[in-house]
């Protein structure tokens, strides 16, 4: 059975950070590529950044480069998204996914999600 479960999301204020994990399980394990996604109330989910599981190769969407960072441990099968100086638009419910480009598109597997806000 194929599992993500997000964790790490809450209430910060801006210019603070935050780290979200995804632990994968199951089928998620052998995806070569894992995302992160976000979804704003009123919007579309959107990308974040996405990592390539063994090369470690990674693509940011231009609105979170520079201060979110993706990163994975191999061994616990965690994935990883460093937030840092956080702004109010950061606010969404962010998904963590598995089996996909790296970058947007169709993924395989999806996390139910962590909410993430940011207060001004």
């Known amino acids: 059975q194929a599992q993500l479960v997000e964790s790490g999301g809450g209430l910060v204020q801006a210019g603070d950070s935050l780290r979200l994990s995804c632990a994968a399980s199951g089928r998620t394990v052998s995806s070569a590529v894992m995302g992160w996604f976000r979804q704003a109330p009123g919007k579309e989910r959107e990308f974040v950044a996405a990592?390539?599981?063994?090369?470690?190769?990674?693509n940011y969407a231009d609105s979170v480069k520079g201060r979110f960072t993706i990163s994975r441990d191999n061994v616990k099968k965690v994935l990883y998204l460093q937030m840092n100086s956080l702004k109010p638009e950061d606010t969404a419910v962010y998904y963590c996914?598995?089996?996909?480009?790296?970058?947007?598109?169709?993924?395989?597997?999806w996390g139910q999600g962590t909410q993430v806000t940011v207060s001004s």
């Open positions: 990592i390539s599981w063994v090369w470690g190769r990674t």
């Open positions: 996914a598995a089996g996909g480009p790296l970058g947007p598109g169709e993924y395989d597997y």
